[in-house]
């Protein structure tokens, strides 16, 4: 039904951790260990790390890399170019180019500008950068870049958001000097999907208290549930202040290369920037982040010119300044490994891929609702599940979490945990995250069924 082996390494991870110390550590002994150090990596790794590819690893957006991406990745590995300059690069700048053109135009109509960066968080960072340095020019004619936040502008930015927007949000807000309480929280109908009349309504309380809206950030495709905001109800609201419009769609955004799905992702035509993670639907090796901005010229305001790098004679002869291309400066161009992807599989071949993961979700859904001792969470919207096994015994939030340990433990499954909103007793599920397309319904049974078995073993009264 499986692979050989488990998902992961049993023992749990203070025994985990005392098997790698001994096994390797010094980690610089005085004298090299020459190719038994590599033997030793290549006999150990591969059975005591987490294996997406494993049908029983449904925890997380965590995907099984896709064979024809690993070898790119090798070759880049191998030719070890990098991105920061053309004389560094060469063929590989003009790849990145072709994949941030074709992908932008994927997401708004027609090519637009962006960067390859290291996922979700880059990404969303990159753009509320964006964002507050176009507020603080629209809103305090001042160049951010140039002299920071001016003190008129200390504590009246502001950021919307749903109360179950990824953490990265308020992260970059503390990282950009605006602070996490700049994120006002809207909030969800019980479907994770933010309110677009309390997402007005907090709009229009910015307004009245004489602060800027410098961001609205819609999601498609939230880490638990999958769901994604009304993107173009979200658009009115930034398009009606004056704010810059960011679509997180680190999880949803792989859509885009579904023939089928594309739809889901209406209103996304209409944002200033999205985040895409082709580590997730995409099958690419992490990492394979991408910002994408609907202004060709959006990236020209992180831009620099220095010397060593591209000087200005050789700019004007032809050779592209790749500064303004990333917040990094020395990187691996890792849009070898999606072209290498996007050209074997193409849209069909995308297509079929992730509609073999939605049938998953639609199946296992079903499965759950059938079984008494399962309770579903809601329905899917993407390729994740949401449920709980119903505690007849115990305390059901102790009992789905020692469940899922077990598993753990064990090294039989790799299952998620998180919280409802609201927190509160009664509030933790487990969750399927479904991105293997091979995965059968047989071995989604069996999963069901190892999930089970953990919680009725550990459904008896607390102590």
């Given amino acids: 039904m499986s692979s050989p082996g488990g998902p992961l390494p049993a023992g749990g991870p203070a025994a985990l951790e005392a098997e790698v110390r001994a096994a390797f550590t010094p980690v610089l002994p005085p004298t090299g260990l020459g190719a038994e150090s590599f033997d030793d990596l290549l006999g150990y790794l591969p059975t005591h790390t987490v294996r997406p590819s494993h ?25 070890n170019p990098s991105q920061d300059s053309w004389d560094q690069s060469a063929a590989t700048a003009v790849i990145e180019s072709c994949v941030i053109s074709e992908f932008s135009a994927l997401a708004f109509g027609e090519p637009g500008a962006g ?78 999907r933010i309110d677009p009349a309390a997402l007005a309504q907090a709009a229009q309380r910015i ?89 060709p010229l959006a990236l020209d305001a992180i831009s620099r010119r220095v010397a060593y790098l591209c000087a200005p004679d050789d700019e004007a002869a032809g050779y592209p300044n790749l500064l303004g291309r990333s917040l990094r400066t020395t990187r691996r161009p890792d849009a070898v490994k999606i ?21 998953q979700a639609t199946y296992v859904a079903a499965a759950i609702e059938a079984r008494p001792e399962f309770e579903l969470a809601l329905p899917p919207a993407l390729t994740t599940v949401l449920f709980r096994y119903r505690a007849r015994h115990g305390d059901p939030d102790r009992v789905n979490a020692e469940a899922r340990r077990a598993l753990l433990a064990a090294g039989s499954a790799v299952v998620g945990r998180t919280a409802l909103p609201g927190g509160g007793p009664g509030s933790v599920r487990l969750k399927f995250t479904l991105l293997r397309p091979e995965t059968t319904f047989a071995e989604l049974d069996a999963l069901l069924e190892l999930v089970a078995a953990a919680a009725r073993a550990c459904d008896v009264p607390s102590s």
């Fill in 55 to 79: 049908p029983f690893t449904a925890a997380h957006l965590h995907c099984s890399p896709d064979p024809v991406a690993v070898e790119a990745d090798q070759l880049v590995a191998a030719l």
């Fill in 115 to 192: 960067s390859v960066t290291s996922g979700g968080t880059e990404s969303n960072y990159f753009a509320l950068l964006l964002a507050r340095d176009a507020a603080l020019s629209r809103a305090y004619a001042v160049d951010a870049a140039e002299s920071g936040i001016p003190a008129s502008a200390a504590g009246r930015l502001r950021i919307l958001t749903s109360d179950v927007a990824h953490f990265s949000v308020a992260r970059a807000a503390a990282q950009l000097g605006l602070g996490e309480r700049a994120v006002v929280s809207v909030p969800v109908h019980e479907d994770h």
């Fill in 207 to 295: 307004d009245a208290a004489g602060d800027t809206l410098v961001a609205v950030v819609a999601t498609a495709g939230t880490t638990d549930a999958g769901a994604i905001d009304p993107l173009a109800e979200c658009a009115d609201v930034a398009g009606e202040h004056g704010a810059w419009f960011h679509v997180d769609a680190a999880y949803g955004g792989g859509l885009l290369l579904s023939n089928v799905r594309r739809s889901m992702l209406a209103g996304i035509e209409l944002a200033d920037s999205a985040s895409v993670d082709l580590h997730k639907f995409g099958w690419q090796p992490i990492p394979a982040g991408l910002l994408l901005a609907r202004d």
């Fill in 339 to 359: 072209l290498a992807a996007s050209r074997h599989h193409g849209l069909d071949g995308y297509t079929r891929m992730i509609e073999s993961c939605f049938a």
